[in-house]
């Protein structure tokens, strides 16, 4: 029989080799993963979440970063490139490089044919581990439908469902409410 052994390689090799690398890759239980490029349809929609939250947040206590930040999802296990997420209070940083983030308050990610089954099992199942995490949103690109699971009493996680335009998405952990209309501006649904 065959094998096709997978080359491990370790925590701090992963974070060796992703920050000398032009492109980002995630990490998973030993595996790294390159990220591909995205289309303009998911650049867009990332780009239209991120400036809402900086347009409300601006001046307040909770801040957006863009799939540029890294987060620590367990240590030893998985680090991830989030499409956008915001931090409430004091950012809690691994080290002195400031490039990874331990507690966000609230991850989106726009899903893609190629991402959507991670997304929304493996990514998902780790992200709920997260303790600082509040809120884990799910942006489809080809259809008005915005899953959003926010944590509640005894870490029970609750769905709420958005599929209008005329909708808000409410994230009461970072007190804003998004019109859906603007998350999906310029956005031709087909």
Same mark, same amino acid.
């Given at each position: 029989?065959?094998?096709?052994?997978?080359?491990?390689?370790?925590?701090?090799?992963?974070?060796a080799i992703d920050r000398a690398a032009e492109m980002r890759s995630e990490f998973l239980e030993g595996e790294m993963f390159?990220?591909?490029?995205?289309?303009?349809?998911?650049?867009?929609?990332?780009?239209?979440?991120?400036?809402?939250?900086?347009?409300?947040?601006?001046?307040?206590?909770?801040?957006?970063?863009?799939?540029?930040?890294?987060?620590?999802?367990?240590?030893?296990?998985?680090?991830?490139?989030?499409?956008?997420?915001?931090?409430?209070?004091?950012?809690?940083?691994?080290?002195? #490089?400031?490039?990874?983030? /331990?507690?966000?308050?609230?991850?989106? @990610?726009?899903?893609?044919?190629?991402? &959507?089954? *991670?997304? +929304?099992?493996?990514?998902?199942?780790?992200? #709920?581990?997260?303790?600082? /995490?509040?809120?884990?949103?799910?942006? @489809?690109?080809?259809?008005?439908?915005? &899953?959003? *699971?926010? +944590?509640?009493?005894?870490?029970?996680?609750?769905?709420?469902?958005?599929?209008?335009l005329e909708e808000e998405l409410r994230i009461d952990s970072i007190q804003v409410s998004l019109p859906l209309g603007r998350i999906y501006e310029g956005i031709e649904i087909t």
């Open positions: 029989m065959a094998s096709n052994p997978v080359t491990k390689v370790t925590e701090e090799e992963y974070l390159a990220m591909s490029g995205g289309s303009m349809r998911h650049a867009r929609l990332q780009g239209n979440i991120f400036g809402q939250l900086y347009a409300v947040l601006r001046g307040g206590d909770c801040h957006p970063f863009g799939s540029d930040f890294r987060v620590r999802v367990s240590p030893g296990r998985m680090y991830a490139y989030p499409d956008v997420l915001v931090v409430c209070g004091k950012p809690l940083l691994v080290d002195e #490089r400031q490039d990874i983030l /331990l507690n966000p308050t609230a991850i989106f @990610e726009v899903l893609s044919p190629s991402t &959507e089954r *991670y997304d +929304r099992g493996v990514k998902s199942q780790y992200y #709920r581990g997260i303790e600082s /995490l509040r809120d884990y949103v799910l942006v @489809e690109q080809n259809q008005v439908r915005i &899953e959003q *699971y926010s +944590r509640g009493e005894g870490n029970v996680w609750a769905l709420r469902d958005y599929q209008r």
